[in-house]
């Protein structure tokens, strides 16, 4: 039984940082790529960055490119979304998942959190 569980997520004021973390267990965690993606009020879910089995590539959607940053800690089976500068425009649910294959910025994954919400006052 593959669990993921996001973390972190809570209200902050524009500029401020948060960082989420997405704990999994019931698989082999660095045969998988992560990936966060996110789903605002209304809007369809939208890929924010993703992240290779052993970490060495990143990817990021535009619109955080430069103040987010994804990373990965093996030895506890957890993947990581640093988020700075925060928008109100990044208000959303946010949801953690992985991926036996490469990443991707689509929405491929196997496995997904329930998901740890992030609001973002003007």
């Known amino acids: 039984q593959v669990q993921l569980v996001e973390s972190g997520g809570g209200l902050v004021q524009a500029g401020g940082s948060l960082r989420l973390s997405c704990a999994a267990s019931?698989?082999?965690?660095?045969?998988?790529?992560m990936a966060w993606f996110r789903q605002a009020p209304g809007k369809e879910r939208e890929f924010v960055a993703a992240?290779?089995?052993?970490?060495?590539?990143?990817y990021y959607a535009d619109v955080v490119k430069g103040r987010f940053a994804i990373s990965r800690d093996n030895s506890k089976n957890t993947v990581y979304l640093q988020a700075n500068s925060l928008k109100p425009e990044d208000t959303a649910v946010y949801y953690c998942?992985?991926?036996?294959?490469?990443?991707?910025?689509?929405?491929?994954?196997?496995?997904w959190g329930q998901g740890t919400q992030v609001t973002v006052s003007s």
């Open positions: 998942a992985a991926r036996g294959y490469g990443p991707t910025r689509t929405g491929e994954y196997d496995y």
């Open positions: 019931g698989l082999t965690f660095s045969n998988y790529a």
């Open positions: 992240i290779s089995w052993s970490g060495p590539t990143t």
